[in-house]
């Protein structure tokens, strides 16, 4: 069983920066893709992220593309997602997720093994 815990999240104005960390134990995670989603009241669970085992795909929503950067440490078991230009629609709780498969990145049923969240709220 894999335990994700996130943390980096905070309050930043509008265009500021923030750098999401989630580190995984239980088991080593270097052969799973991991993603970050987003929560919001009115939204629902939002696809932000994701990337591959090896770090050589990567995919984005529409909405973060150019702003933020997803990247991966296997040998500390670490994913990270990088928030750049942030804006108040990008408020919410982030949360990571792990699978062994990249087949369905964006799909929430993909994952089976997910932190607790991380709030990120952005002042205008």
């Known amino acids: 069983q894999v335990q994700l815990v996130e943390s980096g999240g905070g309050l930043v104005q509008a265009g500021g920066s923030l750098r999401l960390s989630c580190a995984a134990s239980?088991?080593?995670?270097?052969?799973?893709?991991l993603a970050w989603f987003r929560q919001t009241p009115g939204k629902g669970r939002e696809f932000v992220a994701a990337i591959n085992w090896s770090a050589a795909t990567t995919k984005y929503a529409d909405s973060v593309k150019g702003r933020f950067t997803i990247s991966r440490d296997n040998a500390k078991n670490t994913v990270y997602l990088q928030m750049n230009s942030l804006k108040s629609e990008d408020t919410g709780d982030y949360s990571c997720?792990?699978?062994?498969?990249?087949?369905?990145?964006?799909?929430?049923?993909?994952?089976?093994?997910w932190g607790p969240g991380t709030q990120v709220t952005v002042s205008s």
């Open positions: 997720a792990a699978t062994p498969t990249f087949l369905t990145p964006t799909d929430t049923r993909t994952y089976a093994n």
């Open positions: 239980g088991r080593t995670v270097s052969n799973y893709a």
